[in-house]
């Protein structure tokens, strides 16, 4: 067994770019040494901005022999009456490699045939390193790559040295001339420098010595410690951790080495997200709160490299931060001078989209619908709702949004309050994108919640009703994203709505603009059924029994989380079992019979008459409980249609000569299939 080192060092890699590509360079590799059948025991990535490492251990010192069978003409054909070896053998024998004589006849299904058996023997993985690591430099797919020098080759950033060792040995590989060596090289500003590496073990140590923490997870965690420890050491509160900039400040360093810097307390007039988001976005700092998480005039921003003055680079980061803070505070007073109702008409210049016209014509159809949904789910909020509706995309007109298109919502809460709108007015306006993304905070209000809904069904009815559909690689709309908020909003506020019933008057809201078919309606709901089925089977819910619901019928969300719930509850009966197969067959006998009229008198034998009173008591029982829906009592007192209907099965033939008497037996199985169907198709429920 063996090891292998490989490491590309590049100028610095944009942080979102790193993770990604670790993940490819691991991926790739474990296809391509299983592709050479190359065994190993452990496979890592590590990274910086200037370093992507592959560390392998364990690895094969070679392929494993193997054995090659290769069938070539039918033995008739391979030879003459004489036994002499045809033009056919001795092409096929030399195609190859081999002579005529290495050929044995074998014995076939269709005859004797002439096989070649070669015992290939496997190669020695340094031979194989090379090419490997040749394909793994050309295997990483990024965003946006470019080109340097008078190559044709592309990468994220310009490669500055590679290193590949196999067992400590350098691999003779190189790569557009430049050819693989047994150093890496130290941090840019304090280790600026070759460093000789022995092997993976040595790998960490040595770029440790030379203030590089190669290990991502190791590197986050210390960027972790160091803004803690920035702000203990200032004594000014506490920092307000961001996950996501602490992965993206991670990728940011090598090293990270903290300082807390402070600004002008007059910035704290304005609205936190947008004080948070300017330090954020463009500075990568980390605001400071209280112990009751209020903003202090304090900020936490991480260097890449050790400093002596740490003043000096306090009052850089403050008079950075600082001309950043007054474009904001700038941009926020000048948008105050305008109500968001007087900006309004004004929504005519942006085009939400081409075929479906312009934002203030979205706003007007969402108005609409939002009083649709809030007199039916909301309706101690319809008035809240519709002039939330009217307002919910004014702040796109406003500078502090047009500098930061994140705090869309956010600063449209802030400037209703300010023009003197209601709480929850503004509210809604700033949960109407909520949630921003999948397993994100959603609404809180029911207004939020009703405006979240119609400016997201409008957007979804719209795109299909000009076929704007989704592809597999693009989805400019994210109408995935939209399609689950719609899901998990109606799940959170437990509201039974008709889903098709809502896209049609999304739908009907667009006039001509559109197709408002039913085809198109139908298109939109199996989208968004998609969407739940994939979406229950992450959270882990039974596959079969969401197959049984939504296989025969999908509309409201809710109700169907009950089926769903109430089905995987019981499917732990045995009688549940034995009764599925049972309505599987049942399935299969009334095919396209949906008649259920019943005529007692053409009962001829005991047990249809036995299952026709029992299917009479159990729908009386159940009606009540399907309407309320009780979906656990209806399935339990289902359950006792299992004897008579086994005992239907094998007493009574269902297709009896006489015409009456089996349509009369057709449609008592076809009723009894329909009582089922409203809860769920029992027959997707058989394994176990």
């Keep these: 067994m063996s090891e292998l080192l490989f490491e590309i060092g590049t100028e610095e890699l944009p942080a979102g770019f790193q993770q990604p590509a670790l993940a490819q360079l691991k991926d790739n590799f474990i296809r391509e040494a ?49 036994g002499n070896p045809s033009k056919a053998a001795m092409g096929f024998a030399r195609s190859k490699g081999a002579d005529v004589g290495d050929l044995q006849v074998v014995e076939t299904a269709k005859g004797e045939y002439l096989m070649l058996v070669q015992e290939v023997k496997g190669v020695a993985t340094s031979d194989l390193l090379p090419g490997l690591l040749e394909k793994l430099t050309r295997g990483f797919s990024f965003a946006k790559s470019m080109h340097w020098g008078a190559g044709a080759f592309t990468f994220a950033r310009p490669i500055q040295w590679l290193l590949a060792l196999h067992d400590g040995n350098v691999v003779p590989f190189s790569h557009e001339g430049m050819a693989a060596t047994d150093t890496t090289r ?39 410690v160091e803004i803690e420890q920035a702000v203990k050491t200032a004594g000014k509160g506490q920092v307000a951790v961001d996950e996501a900039l602490l992965d993206t400040v991670c990728n940011l360093v090598e090293k990270p080495y903290g300082v807390c810097g402070s600004f002008d307390e007059k910035f704290l007039q304005l609205p936190a997200e947008a004080l948070i988001t300017s330090m954020r976005e463009h500075q990568k700092y980390f605001p400071v709160v209280d112990n009751d998480n209020n903003l202090l005039p304090h900020f936490v921003a991480v260097n890449n490299t050790e400093v002596k003055d ?34 309004v008409d004004n929504l005519t210049g942006i085009i939400f989209q081409a075929k479906l016209g312009t934002m203030l014509e979205k706003t007007e159809r969402i108005e609409k619908l939002a009083s649709l949904l809030a007199k039916s789910f ?12 009217r307002l919910c995309k004014v702040d796109l007109l406003t500078e502090m949004v047009g500098e930061f298109p994140s705090l869309q919502g956010n600063m449209g809460a802030s400037y209703a309050l300010n023009d003197g709108e209601n709480a929850t007015v503004a509210q809604a306006i700033q949960e109407h994108y909520l949630p921003k993304r999948a397993g994100a905070v959603l609404p809180e209000s029911a207004a939020g919640a009703v405006l979240g809904l119609a400016d997201r069904f409008d957007t979804l009815s719209g795109c299909f009703g000009i076929g704007q559909l989704p592809t597999g690689t693009k989805d400019p709309f994210g109408l995935r994203r939209i ?14 709505i008709s889903l098709s019933d809502t896209i049609y008057k999304a739908l009907s809201l667009y006039g001509d603009r559109v197709d408002g078919s039913g085809e198109t309606v139908e298109l939109v709901l199996a989208y968004i059924r998609d969407r739940f089925i994939n979406d229950q089977l992450a959270k882990g819910a039974d596959a079969e029994a969401v197959e049984a619901v939504t296989s025969v019928a999908f509309d409201d969300v809710n109700d169907c989380l009950l089926k769903i719930k109430a089905l995987s509850a019981i499917r732990s009966e045995d009688a549940f079992t034995v009764l599925a197969a049972s309505f599987k067959r049942i399935r299969n006998i009334i095919k396209d019979n949906s008649a259920t009229s019943v005529d007692p008198a053409l009962f001829q034998e005991d047990a249809e008459k ?11 029982e159940v009606k009540p409980l399907l309407a309320g829906h009780d979906y656990d009592k209806a399935l339990a007192a289902m359950l006792s249609l299992k004897s008579p209907v086994d005992e239907f099965f094998n007493s009574v033939m269902v297709m009896d000569k006489d015409e009456a008497i089996k349509t009369n037996r057709l449609n008592l199985l076809t009723a009894i299939a329909t009582l089922f169907l409203t809860v769920g198709d029992i027959s997707k429920m058989q394994q176990s």
């Design 34 to 82: 299983k592709e050479l059948k190359l065994e190993f025991s452990s496979v890592d990535c590590l990274g910086t901005p200037r370093r992507l490492a592959l560390l392998v251990e364990g690895l094969a010192d070679r392929q494993p022999d193997s054995r090659k069978e290769h069938m070539g003409p039918s033995k008739q054909a391979g030879f003459d009456d004489e």
């Design 186 to 224: 130290g941090h840019r500003f304090m280790a600026n420098k070759e460093l000789k590496v022995t092997g993976v073990v040595d790998y960490k140590t040595v770029l440790s010595e030379a203030f590089v923490v190669v290990d991502p997870k190791e590197r986050r965690a210390a960027v972790a």
């Design 310 to 343: 740490i003043n000096l680079t306090r009052t850089g980061h403050e008079r950075v931060l600082r001309a950043r803070l007054e474009d904001a505070f700038f941009f926020f007073a000048t948008d105050k001078n305008k109500t968001l109702e007087s900006r």
């Design 378 to 389: 909301a309706p101690d909020f319809v008035e809240d709702a519709v002039r939330a509706a």
């Design 483 to 496: 399609a689950l908020a719609i899901l998990h909003i109606i799940e959170e506020f437990d509201w039974n």
């Design 610 to 620: 036995e299952l026709a009173t029992v299917f009479d008591q159990v729908t009386a």
